[in-house]
């Protein structure tokens, strides 16, 4: 699939990949045996062969209706659905060969959505969504054309989530979370934004006049080192730091009156996809050196394969099997270096990666003016320190039983909020089996 030149995209935050044409996109569907090896791969259960087969045809639209009649937002999985470790991993044409590119060949289908809908006859059940991300935006989706009224309560000032506060406009741009939102608006979830849940609107008042509740609000609340100097001028939370370039626009400053401070020298401490877009990000605005720091080797990464080769071929530097352990500052408070530690790698630890060890007397320092922390998020705690009956485990994620309901009757949870920060697929699978239970719950 082409892309930008990477020393021009560098300097912009135009989207990267451009997509398929049609010829590009028939054949590269063409070489699908539709076996339907792929499907169990896909959280929400595509029809993969199906809308593979439609586009051969030159059956677009067919093809676009075929990905909505089981995903609600396929123009942004298209984009940013780890699909190598997902559904392609099953392909069969990769034992010996590429895979299919079924990610790229969503993103091509979805992109002939006729903007109609089909309303189903309403049920006279309500149900509230809390929460717009991946996960909220699909169970309101998938209960919506089952023919329940759904409202859904975003606290931010736009629905979306991580799709519009976390994932740079470069990789998803806003105006396909906007058309996606649009179109579940025709299915007829209404959206009310600025509500916070525990503190605009009690959970209680939702399960008082509501039939039911999901609770979708993700995983909003940053990790920290916790070494010293974590607190001087110049240190972001990756949370932080994206929320203002992507949500309050700063990389179109001055347009948009939120600047955002970058360094010249940025270090992005973590390797998951969101430490690449804050390095990416740092770059576009600005910054003249830009490393990535993390603990492990290359193939520990979380990340995308396809998002750190985008991060190589941008310049990016990476040092790896390097740790943070102190923040250094100047006189004035802010950030002038980065001590550090080499590790090397051990046995492998809970997660099944190898656990990093410090070796001694291998310190040495980075020097840099602006340090973003991007080791992870856990679940805000505010809607549990507000509603104690909600029950949580030792992480702060709700516990839910095999229906995704949780302690409350009633209130239903999916996505990051129960599972921690993962993938917007996985969010989307558990909103999708979320609604699906709702409704056997109200409706049998």
């Not at 912009?12 to 076996?35: D, H, Q, T």
């Not at 909003?220 to 309050?248: D, H, K, Q, T, W």
């Not at 980075?366 to 705690?381: F, L, R, W, Y």
């Amino acid at each position: 699939m082409s892309e930008q030149d990477p020393r021009k995209r560098a300097k912009n935050f135009s989207e990267v990949a451009l997509g398929y044409i049609e010829g590009e996109a028939r054949l590269e569907a063409a070489r699908c045996i539709k076996c339907g090896k792929c499907v169990p791969g896909c959280p929400v259960g595509i029809d993969i062969p199906k809308f593979i087969s439609e586009i051969v045809e030159g059956n677009f639209d067919e093809a676009c209706a075929t990905l909505k009649a089981d995903n609600c937002l396929p123009a942004v999985c298209g984009r940013v659905c780890p699909q190598e470790t997902q559904c392609e991993q099953l392909c069969v044409l990769g034992i010996k060969d590429e895979p299919v590119a079924i990610g790229r060949l969503e993103r091509f289908a979805a992109g002939f959505a006729t903007g109609e809908v089909s309303k189903t006859e309403p049920n006279g059940k309500k149900v509230a969504i809390v929460g717009s991300g991946p996960a909220g935006l699909t169970c309101a989706g998938e209960l919506a054309s089952r023919g329940y009224s759904v409202t859904v309560f975003e606290a931010l000032h736009k629905p979306g989530g991580v799709l519009v506060y976390g994932i740079p406009e470069f990789r998803l741009p806003k105006k396909i979370v906007d058309e996606e939102v649009g179109y579940l608006k025709k299915l007829g979830v209404e959206i009310k934004t600025n509500m916070l849940a525990g503190r605009t609107i009690a959970l209680s008042e939702l399960t008082a006049h509501f039939d039911a509740v999901f609770i979708g609000v993700g995983a909003g609340l940053p990790s920290f080192l916790n070494i010293p100097g974590e607190n001087l001028l110049g240190v972001y939370s990756a949370n932080e730091f994206l929320i203002r370039v992507n949500l309050m626009k700063a990389y179109d400053f001055p347009k948009y009156d939120t600047p955002v401070k970058v360094g010249k020298k940025v270090a992005v401490v973590g390797a998951g996809n969101v430490a690449m877009d804050s390095a990416r990000c740092a770059l576009r605005l600005g910054a003249e050196k830009v490393c990535i720091a993390y603990r492990r080797s290359e193939q520990e990464m979380p990340a995308r394969t396809e998002e750190v080769e985008h991060a190589k071929d941008e310049g990016i530097e990476f040092k790896l099997l390097t740790n943070p352990i102190e923040i250094l500052g100047n006189e004035e408070g802010n950030v002038s270096g980065m001590k550090c530690i080499k590790m090397e790698l051990g046995e492998p630890d809970d997660s099944g990666r190898r656990r990093p060890i410090p070796i001694p007397g291998s310190e040495f320092t980075i020097d840099v003016d602006e340090v973003i922390v991007a080791i992870g998020q856990s679940p805000n705690p505010l809607l549990h320190a507000t509603t104690p009956e909600l029950e949580v485990d030792s992480r702060g994620r709700v516990k839910v039983d095999e229906n995704l309901m949780t302690s409350i009757p009633r209130v239903f949870a999916g996505g990051d909020i129960v599972s921690g920060a993962a993938t917007v697929i996985s969010a989307m699978g558990q909103g999708k089996n979320a609604a699906a239970n709702i409704d056997k719950h109200l409706c049998g």
